[in-house]
């Protein structure tokens, strides 16, 4: 393999047996215990620690698409990227309080169950053919590639057969269910935080041998110094990279509807929480919480690092390819100048990374596909075996799928983030609008619902192409559209997920009050406040962490 010594190989290999070791273990003690349980294949039902599910949240959380396409971006943009992190981590706690105890109390297992037993059969199996349209097309494509073209980078190997070791390699994992992938990503956290803040460290020092320094602390100092544009929070409108991270949107608009979206309403999400008691599932999505303080540290600043390398002429041409700038090759870059053994620890992080997060997602597709799709319309009588061995086979289907098409996306030509923000933000109002008045409005109706389903992904694709159909100039002083290089005013697409969760939700309750249910026939889920009230321990968590955010954006504005 290029660029490995015998060591790196030896480290890998270790972390590679650790990992399928440690699976099978657990997977040999849970079929012993329960068997082939269907509850427990797909939510490993009252089994999983807080700490093992807060792991789990980032192991799968955490990919290709930030070490990879977040580092990338923190090349290009800088710190603000970070938002999406940052971010987070306040969402995580807002799923902790007001969405997991309507999902428990009201015994939620898939998100598509969630909208039948509120909305109806119709509403669930549209979505839950969304889901898996989504999570295949762009979630599963688009971390296999990343992950496959940082790893062929590294080592030499060509494309297909990164791609194809990585798909294999989670496939494995999840076929041993939702236990198996809780606890080994519990091994893969650690190696992925373990390994990604020695790339920082290793990357920083590297900064500060270009002022004849050595140490992290004087490469962080350097850096600043070097790239002081790059600690930017909060973008103005003549920044050019505006339209990806539009100025106070980040904090007060569309980024909202990212992250409720992403951690609240996500079946590959929630399902880590969803077969835990409510505490435990507290304590798991706040441990995650402060893990995802770290994550600028661990992605971004090493894209920034490479910045600052590459202006200095550090780097050559490595960052281009085809004589193009290609920022995601910032990290698989990086890892290459490693030393031996080090690069050895952080190829295992990279890999940590991507496995746990294809294993969570293809989970997710074999738990929504057979709970919502295959037992509701195929075999309403299916054993448990039966659900279990279906579920199996949607993995190995939905991974096949995920190596053929991805080549095909186009998804390192405008930076792999991006693309999955960008196009899972398609779907993203619809979605949320519906769970909030689902949630908290009793009279929201089956055919409000349908309404979000369609109309967000419409409306989406509306503004999304609007610009080639008029002028929207009339948008631009009110900081809705910023003129391209070309001339031609578009929308933000955060904005974009902004205005349309907005009409939206407008729209479902024009529609419910226009045409309401039935009073025998409305579907309330149950719901009171004492639900919603957090224990002192949480409640000190939660302050340290908005302590940080508010401390981060005051010294960066």
Not at 4 to 30: E, M, N, P, Q
Not at 34 to 49: R, V
Not at 150 to 169: D, E, H, N, Q
Not at 324 to 329: A, C, E, F, S, T
């Amino acid at each position: 393999m290029r660029n490995f010594s015998t060591i790196d190989l030896i480290v890998f290999l270790v972390y590679f047996v650790l990992v399928a070791g440690y699976g099978l273990w657990v997977y040999r003690r849970k079929q012993a215990s329960s068997g082939l349980a269907s509850h427990d294949y797909f939510l490993a039902e009252g089994s999983l620690t807080w700490w093992a599910i807060g792991a789990s949240l980032i192991a799968s959380n955490i990919s290709a698409e930030q070490f990879i396409g977040m580092s990338g971006s923190g090349y290009r943009i800088g710190m603000a990227i970070a938002v999406y992190e940052l971010m987070a981590a306040a969402t995580l706690v807002i799923v902790a309080v007001f969405f997991m105890p309507v999902y428990l109390k009201n015994r939620i297992y898939t998100m598509p169950q969630f909208l039948e037993q509120r909305y109806g059969k119709a509403v669930a199996t549209t979505m839950a053919l969304f889901w898996l349209g989504l999570y295949v097309v762009v979630n599963l494509t688009s971390i296999l590639y990343l992950g496959a073209l940082a790893i062929s980078s590294l080592s030499g190997i060509a494309l297909l057969p990164c791609m194809l070791f990585l798909a294999v390699f989670a496939a494995v994992i999840t076929l041993g269910g939702m236990k198996v992938i809780g606890y080994t990503d519990v091994v893969q956290v650690t190696c992925l935080v373990v390994g990604g803040l020695v790339t920082t460290w290793l990357a920083l020092d590297l900064v500060a041998a270009l002022a004849g320094k050595q140490g992290a602390l004087h490469g962080l100092t350097e850096l600043y110094a070097r790239t002081g544009e790059h600690f930017d929070m909060v973008l103005k409108r003549d920044n050019p990279n505006y339209m990806d991270l539009p100025g106070l949107s980040i904090l007060l608009g569309g980024m909202w509807i990212v992250n409720l979206n992403y951690w609240g309403c996500n079946q590959y999400i929630t399902q880590r929480a969803l077969g835990a008691d409510l505490p435990t599932a507290r304590k798991g999505l706040l441990f995650a919480a402060f893990l995802k303080l770290l994550m600028p540290v661990i992605v971004v600043l090493p894209g920034i690092a490479a910045f600052a390398l590459d202006k200095s002429g550090s780097l050559g041409d490595a960052m281009h390819s085809d004589g193009v700038l290609n920022p995601d090759r910032a990290y698989p870059i990086l890892l290459g100048l490693l030393p031996s053994g080090l690069k050895g620890i952080a190829f295992a992080a990279l890999t940590a990374a991507v496995v746990a997060s294809l294993a969570g997602k293809a989970n997710s597709i074999a738990t929504i596909f057979t709970l919502d799709i295959y037992t509701k319309l195929f075999n309403k009588t299916a054993s448990e075996q039966r659900m279990v061995w279906i579920g199996r086979v949607s993995v190995v289907v939905a991974m096949g799928l995920a190596v053929v098409i991805a080549p095909m996306m186009g998804i390192d030509k405008q930076g792999g983030f991006q693309y999955i923000q960008e196009y899972t933000g398609f779907v993203s109002p619809g979605i949320l609008a519906m769970f909030l008045l689902g949630f908290f409005w009793k009279r929201t109706t089956a055919g409000a619902a349908m309404f979000a389903t369609v109309g967000g992904l419409v409306g989406s694709i509306i503004l999304k192409f609007l610009p080639g159909m008029m002028d929207l100039s009339v948008l631009a002083p009110i900081g809705f559209a910023k003129a391209t290089a070309a001339g031609v005013y578009e929308i933000p697409f955060l904005d974009r997920m902004f205005i349309v969760f907005f009409v939206v939700t407008a729209g479902m309750v024009l529609i419910s009050k226009l045409a309401p249910a039935p009073a025998g026939q409305q579907r309330g889920l149950e719901i009171d406040s004492s639900m919603f009230r957090v224990d002192r321990g949480f409640a000190i968590g939660t302050a340290i962490i908005c302590a940080v955010l508010i401390a981060v954006y005051a010294l960066w504005w």
